[in-house]
Structures are given as C-alpha cells and as structure tokens.
C-alpha cells in the first residue's frame, strides 16, 4: 500500500501515526458497526434465508466479513494463531461452495456476533499499539474494512431480495431523484486520457492497476441517468420485460417493490434493478448505447455528468478485463476468477458506502444479475 500515509516517504511524524492509527481505528469499528446496523433487526426466522445463487445465508455472511478480518489482519499480517480451528472450514469463501454455506455448522447467532466483536477489538488493539503500523499491514486493515463494505451492500439487496423492511439505522434508503430539467448530452473530445489507478491514490484494488492512457474517440454521453418514465416508455413500447420489482395492477398503474413496500412507479427517480441485457435492449430503443468503462471513467475525471456517485451503479458495455499488466494482490480471488465472465459497473449506488467510490473502481457482476441496485447511463449512437 502507498498513498493517504506518509510512513513509507520516511520522514512521517509521530502526530501523523497517531491520525492515520485513528483513521484505521474508526475505518474498523465503523464498518463493522454499520454490519450490525444492518443485520441486529431481524429476527432469528428472517435470519433463516432460502437457497438463492445471488445471496448468502447471513449468518454464514456475518461470519465470512469477521473470518475475512481475522485471515488478513490477525493471522496474515499480525502473525496472530486462528481463533476458531473451525474458521477456514466454515467461513473461507474460495473454499466453501456457496450452496454449502446452508448446510454448515454454524456457530450460533450470538457466538457469531460474539466471534465479530473480538475479531474487531483485537484489530483495533493491533492498530492502537502500533503493530499495524507498516504500510502493507495497514493495507490488510483497510482490505478487511473496504471487503466488509462491499459484504453490506449485500446484505442490503439481501433484504430486498426477500422483502424485508429497509433497515431504520440507514442515513439513505433509495436513490435521489434525476434533474430531468438536464437532457444534454457532454461532449467530449477525441484524445489520449488516462484511466486506472496510481500509486499515490491510497487504498486501490489489484483490477484498478495501473494508471495508463487510452486512446477514445470523441464520444457524447448523457449527463444524467436514465429515469423510470423514460425506461416505462421503453416497456410500454415495445412489450418488453419490466425490471424486476415492478408489477402493473389491473387499472394500469405500475408500482415497483422497495424492500417491504410497494410503492407507485416515482418517474423522476433512475430505473434501476435491470439486468445488463435489459439495459442494451433499453439503448437499442432509445438509439443510444452504453458507455465503455474507460469513456465512463474519462466523463466522471471530468466532471460535468450528474450522479455519477451515489445514486445507482451503472452498467457499461466493457467485459470485465485485466489491465495490460495485471497481477494479484494478496487477496488472490478478489479479480481473477471474474475476469471475462462479468460486466463492469461504475460509480456507485445509494446502498455504496462513500469511501468506495471512486472514478478508477470497478465493478463487475455476471450480465444477467436484475438484484442490483444498477441502472444505465447512455452514450449517442454516432458518437
Ligand atoms: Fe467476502
């Protein structure tokens, strides 16, 4: 890791330790307290979750994000024995085949969330007295912190997925409204701009690496997303299938499932929960297409497009690839085995936790996945 410390560069003070010690501290104990938020409300019966490709059980889930911390952090990088001998067999996702995650033998709730708290309090030790003070050991603390926030998204479309309510703790609980009054399109030019990360960006995923330029004609993309009205056209139109929540009741009126409610169609707010197909068959109507991740990249460095972040993910039309020069980081199975088989997303969802959006991340779901909070952002056809 390199970047938001000043340790490696050699010449730090000790008042910056004692920040960067605090900010990994409150990395931690956030993340893990917002895991809570999201899960202390349901019942032991809702706990109990049907045999889904695209969800995990969530006691298994809740485990997994500790049993993540403890592999990186406290055995990896601190050296530290297992605290379960049962943790790699129960909880390591690359070893556990997800329908298997039903049929374990899971420790209970309160010894899971029990497991969850001392795995954050030993981190947090570790980060207090200084033994996480080294660059690639506070790398671990913020993998563990940023995989945690990625592990609540889920438990957010989890929730969805089952129609459980929105849980009451969240500051954010659906995706703004688009300015409709902005119809352009932003313009720009032809020319060699660089995408991907560098080293000085802080915290960066293995697939974001590394920083290099591309070559893009000039390309028209539309500064705002796509709307439900505009995607109910669509559907109206041309006899297409909804997305995934929506329903129309017999007097024509559309609603669309929004966790525990069913709520009328809000024209003015991003379609969303639309598969990658959906979202092309979308395009092919309206005349327009997708974005490329890098023309998405090129347009969110810019500036000028609204929501970008923090509104709904956004599909582009790239296959999920290595960049030329592509090699793991420690976390071997974060990239690699989804490279060709996904789609790549971009920007960031109303469910996305701040910290991680940025304008190199990538996402990347199989095309035919409808559980996301994603929706689309088109570019001209002649552009
Ligand atoms: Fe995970």
Redesign the pocket.
Known sequence: MSGSTSRSKGNQSVGEVAVSRAGLQGLVTDARARTFDLVSDLSDDQFQVPLLRTINPFLWEIG?VAY?QEYWVLRHALGQAPLRTDGDALYD?AKVEHDTRWHLPLPSRSETLRYMEEVRDRVIDGVSNGSCDSDSDAYFVRLSAF?EDM?DEAFLITRQTLGYCVPAALPVKDAPAVDTAITSDLCIAAGVYTVGSSADEGFVFDNEKWAHSVNVPEFRIARSLVTQREFLNFIEQTGSRPPVYWKREKDGSWFRRHFDRWLPLEPDRPVSNISWFQANAYCRWAQRRLPTEFEWEIAARRGGCEQMFGSVWQWTSSDFLPYAGFSEDPYKEYSTPWFRTHKTLRGGGWSTRSRMMRQAYRNFYTPDRTDLWAGIRTCALDS
Do not use: E, I, M, V
């Open positions: 997994h993540f996702s995989h592990h």
